[in-house]
Each structure stands twice: as C-alpha cells, then as structure tokens.
C-alpha cells in the first residue's frame, strides 16, 4: 500500500495542485519539544508545519500576515497523523509536499521525516485569506495564487 501511495502522490497534477516535495525545512529536536513521554509533544507538529510554512513564504517576499491587498493568512483547520515518535536530538525534515486551492481556502499538505528517511507525521492545514484590520475572511489575491502555481510547476 506505500508504494501505490507514493505512485499516487506522485501523479497528482492539476493547474493548481503539485504534488513532490515542493519544500523542505530541517530542525534539529530541542529538550522543550519533549513530553514526559520522551518523545516530541503531539502539538509540537503544528509548529513545525507552521515554521515550515513560514520560512516557505519568507522565501517568497511574503509572511502570514502579508500575502498582498493588506491580507495574511488565519488557519481555519488542522489535520495530523502520527506514524513514528521522534526524539530528543533527532533531525526532522518537514516537507511541504503540496498545496492545493480551492475557492476561499487554500492546503498546504506536509510530511515530516525522520534523519533515517522514515515518515513520522502527516497533516494538513486549510489556510484563508484574511484582513486582520477589518477582521473578515476575504478573497486570496490573485498574485498569490499565481505564485503558488508558480511555484509548483518549479518542483
């Protein structure tokens, strides 16, 4: 089933949707990322998928509080899956692997894995353009749609 996985994962092409690893951030596992388990903490993925895709828009002249017309970026979900613990002094890489638009919304799907090369979470976050100042959900800019399709023909 992995590999009929990764074969799929592989093929999914569409205007707006590149699936490969679009971009990789590297993080070394600190003592505070450890839960009294001695593994890193469930929550500590959404921080690694967020300073994954923070360091993703600095390298596009954009951050979350900035994608144009005055909008950032809010999360309106998450989703995680846990497949291996990772631990103390471990080096992660956090691909983000695709990302996928879809009228208001827009995903950026991620992996991470371990310095052995072995998948250790999976997750999603569904983004929104918003404008802090008027607090309102509004259209993604269309200069930063084109840089995400940009972007994946890149990969």
């Known amino acids: 089933m992995k590999i009929a996985l990764k074969n799929r994962r592989k093929m999914i092409y ?10 990789q951030y590297t993080y070394q596992i600190q003592k505070e990322d450890i839960n009294h388990g001695n593994h890193v903490g469930n929550e500590r993925a959404l921080l690694f998928f967020e ?12 951050s979350e509080l900035s994608i144009g017309d005055g ?3 809010i999360q309106k979900n998450a989703t995680i899956e846990y497949r291996q613990q990772i631990f103390l002094q471990d080096t ?8 996928e638009v879809e009228k208001l919304f827009f995903t950026f799907f991620y992996e991470i ?4 090369g072995e998948l250790c979470v999976e997750g999603n976050t569904k983004m929104l353009a918003y404008d802090y100042k008027n607090q ?6 269309n200069h930063f749609l084109k840089r995400i399709e940009e972007y994946g023909m890149e990969s």
């Open 136 to 141: 309102k959900v509004r259209k993604i800019p």
């Open 113 to 116: 894995y371990n310095q052995k």
């Open 51 to 62: 300073k994954a895709r923070e360091t993703w828009l600095a390298e596009k002249n954009y």
């Open 71 to 73: 909008y950032g970026i």
């Open 92 to 99: 992660i890489y956090v691909n983000i692997v695709k990302i």
């Open 14 to 23: 569409n205007k707006r949707i590149r699936r490969g690893n679009m971009f």
